[in-house]
């Protein structure tokens, strides 16, 4: 009786919560959610353009005004209405890959690696050589085969931090994706290798949580690291 009203309860809260994502409104949805507009939308989006027309030189500028917003806002925490900014640049220009960029780290922050992604590889078409873009693109590889232990995501995870070291050797976060990827190759030696390579260039980048399973692996070589 107790396991069926378990079970009953989780049922519950699964459709409660299925019906809230379903509920959001799609404002605060990366590319509003991606839905069909009814005709008041469309109108309502005609008349922000026509004022935007109105305030700046070009719609190219306009976007880049709502990413920074969009970026202010981000950082005090208030992520709904960051992504309602960015929704509003990327409305302005489709083309501004940072719109992307956004989308990608605002929905791997909630633990949306693969939706993410979608939108990491949008802004890479757009910018293919920007280091820090292919190093999260990396990192949400890493967190799905966290999940997910499958060879290819940890590949594409090396492949893109590597390609992000040769664009950018001074990006410290791209050799500390790299490092995660030896460790979970179970190559120690090499993920301690990037590990100092990543805290030569910016000590605050290294993450003392993955360290510490580091360690619990193997002993640092250069004992800068030490277990407690």
């Known amino acids: 009786m107790k396991r069926l009203l378990f079970v009953a309860v989780a049922l519950l809260v699964t459709a409660t919560l299925s019906f809230a994502q379903e509920q959001k409104d799609p404002k605060v949805l990366p590319m509003f ?11 309502k989006d005609q008349k922000f353009l026509s004022s935007c027309d109105a305030s700046f030189k070009t719609r190219q500028e306009a976007s880049n005004f709502f990413m920074e917003r969009g970026w202010e806002y981000f950082s005090e925490g208030q992520v709904d209405t960051a992504v309602y900014r960015f ?3 990327w409305l302005l220009n489709p083309d501004n890959s940072n719109t992307y960029w956004a989308f990608g780290l605002v929905t791997s922050g909630k633990g949306n690696n693969a939706e993410a ?6 802004a890479l078409a757009y910018q293919p050589k920007n280091s820090m873009l292919l190093t999260d693109l990396a990192s949400a590889y890493i967190n799905i085969y966290k999940t ?12 893109y931090s590597e390609q992000a070291i040769a664009n950018d050797s001074t990006n410290s976060y791209a050799y500390y994706t790299l490092s995660q ?3 979970h190759e179970k190559k120690y030696a090499d993920a301690w290798a990037y590990v100092h390579k990543s805290r030569g260039i910016n000590l605050a980048q290294i993450d ?4 510490t399973e580091l360690l619990a ?11 407690d």
Do not use: H, R, W
């Open 87 to 89: 929704n509003l640049a």
């Open 208 to 211: 003392y949580d993955f360290v």
């Open 148 to 159: 997910q232990p499958k060879k290819k995501n940890l590949k594409k995870a090396s492949v």
């Open 181 to 183: 990827v030896k460790y």
């Open 33 to 43: 959610g991606n839905q069909a507009k009814t005709e008041a939308q469309q109108l």
């Open 217 to 227: 692996k193997m002993p640092d070589p250069q004992g800068f690291f030490k277990a």
């Open 117 to 122: 992604i979608t939108y990491y590889e949008k």
